[in-house]
């Protein structure tokens, strides 16, 4: 049905556009018209949004459900109710089940699951090498065929550099888009922390910043030989971010990412040693979160992912070196970036342009703006609103979150996905 959402804020990443205004959106469920008035058409639904913040739905580039294997962590189902209240509409999955996503066969049964449960977009990811092992490159032109939007071992990085070469080279060949877990795998091998005065006092295996800088620096030489579309997950160092600028200069098809963990946290909030602030890569100390913050408004970094990975009370209820890394952040995300919002750091526009607008142009994807012709994913926040995180109360069916407990501001009101709701606050 033709849709009228009036008495908005409106966002739009791709113009820069923060104003009050109108939109509507057609039965096709395409947006028809963005102007500050718009007389409602007969018959139209009208959607009164209270002066809140009406933007394009979050494309969060890198989650983790846990279908097949592991579905006691997560699935389709509640990963896809979780995105919904987190204001996401198009998750990118990524390949790091049990078993790995690296035959067309998987590919189609996770598609199938996704398609089946999930009420918003889900695009899959595939495996660069057969069992994310780093011996042999999967069939990267049938898992496309299959509908692979991009390829990678996740955060297995692939230490044969021939095996590496050759698949990136193949991925250039069919225009593929690489993602690589930027880390020099044997400093990083057990580290727990990141190197420091902090981590020695803690008596944390640490790691330094260096390796990932020194991953960059590999896979960058390798794009150069190449030429392959490459994309960095998560960048989280300022030692990384000169090679990085030197790539963007020298006109290689790079992009990069990072985590809203590593964005809103420091390595000072493991302290009490809570496993749940356990991460891959480890949070980074203070000066870095800064650097990283600074080269997301500055476009160096392009991209703001949830890196959801969901865990299950055991595995995060042992000694913090023997956790497993990882967060929930599909529902977080958002109320987490509006922390740099409200701390003057990134402006809405900014925010947006990061988790919207530039992972749908590096996949290729429609999403992400409020021109006339776009898909209707949309959502309705109010970034002023304040509560209490309550991990029991989200929706991901693992809970292994670091912002319990914590104060946040900025809640979803409501979700749309091709202009339908998916999504209403209650």
């Known amino acids: ?21 109108c939109l509507l959106v057609d039965d096709a469920g395409r947006i028809a018209a963005r102007e500050g008035t718009i007389p409602a058409p007969e018959g139209a639904t009208l959607v009164d949004c209270g002066g809140h913040c009406l933007a394009p739905g979050i494309v969060d580039l890198g989650v983790k459900v846990c279908e097949p294997g592991e579905r006691h962590k997560e699935s389709y189902r509640s990963a896809g109710l979780a995105a919904a209240a987190g204001g996401i509409t198009t998750m990118i999955t990524r390949p790091d089940t049990t078993p790995a996503i690296d035959s067309p066969e998987t590919l189609e049964f996770v598609t199938r699951r996704a398609n089946e449960a999930a009420p918003v977009h889900v695009l899959p990811m595939a495996a660069l090498t057969k069992g994310r092992e780093g011996r042999e490159m999967t069939e990267i032109g049938f898992l496309m065929d299959a509908g ?20 990136l080279t193949y991925a250039a060949a069919l225009g593929a888009l690489v993602l690589s877990h930027p880390q020099e795998p044997g400093l990083s091998r057990g580290a727990a922390a990141t190197s420091g005065k902090f981590a020695t006092l803690r008596g944390l295996p640490a790691v330094s910043p260096m390796a990932e800088r020194m991953g960059l620096d590999r896979d960058i030489a390798l794009i150069e030989m190449t030429s392959a579309a490459y994309h960095a997950d998560q960048i989280t160092t300022a030692r990384a971010l000169p090679a990085l600028e030197r790539a963007k200069a020298n006109g290689f098809d790079v992009t990069a990412g990072t985590s809203i963990h590593h964005l809103t946290l420091n390595e000072m909030d493991v302290s009490d040693y809570r496993t749940f602030f356990k991460v891959k890569p480890p949070l980074r100390a203070e ?27 055991e595995s995060k209820r042992l000694p913090f070196e023997e956790a497993a890394a990882g967060a929930v952040a599909l529902e977080t995300l958002l109320p987490a970036a509006l922390r740099l919002y ?22 290729g994807l429609e999403a992400g ?14 970034p002023d609103a304040p509560f209490i995180l309550d991990r029991w109360t989200l929706l991901s069916k693992s809970k292994n979150t670091p912002f319990d407990g914590q104060r946040m501001q900025g ?16």
């Open 1 to 21: 049905m033709t849709t009228l959402f009036t008495n908005a804020r409106l966002i739009d990443p791709e113009t820069g556009h923060d104003a009050p205004g």
């Open 148 to 167: 692979a939007v991009a390829f990678t071992d996740c955060d297995r990085v692939v230490t044969d550099t021939r095996v590496l070469s050759r698949a």
């Open 287 to 313: 000066d870095d979160r800064t650097a990283v913050v600074e080269a997301v408004r500055t476009g160096l970094i392009d991209v703001i992912s949830s890196m959801h990975t969901p865990q299950d009370e």
């Open 342 to 363: 409200h701390a003057g750091h990134l402006t809405l526009v900014e925010l947006f342009r990061a988790m919207s607008l530039n992972p749908a142009r590096r996949l």
């Open 369 to 382: 703006r409020l021109a006339p012709g776009a898909p209707a994913d949309l959502v309705l926040f109010d």
């Open 411 to 426: 809640k979803v009101i409501a979700t749309y996905v091709s202009g339908a709701p998916v999504y209403q606050r209650s």
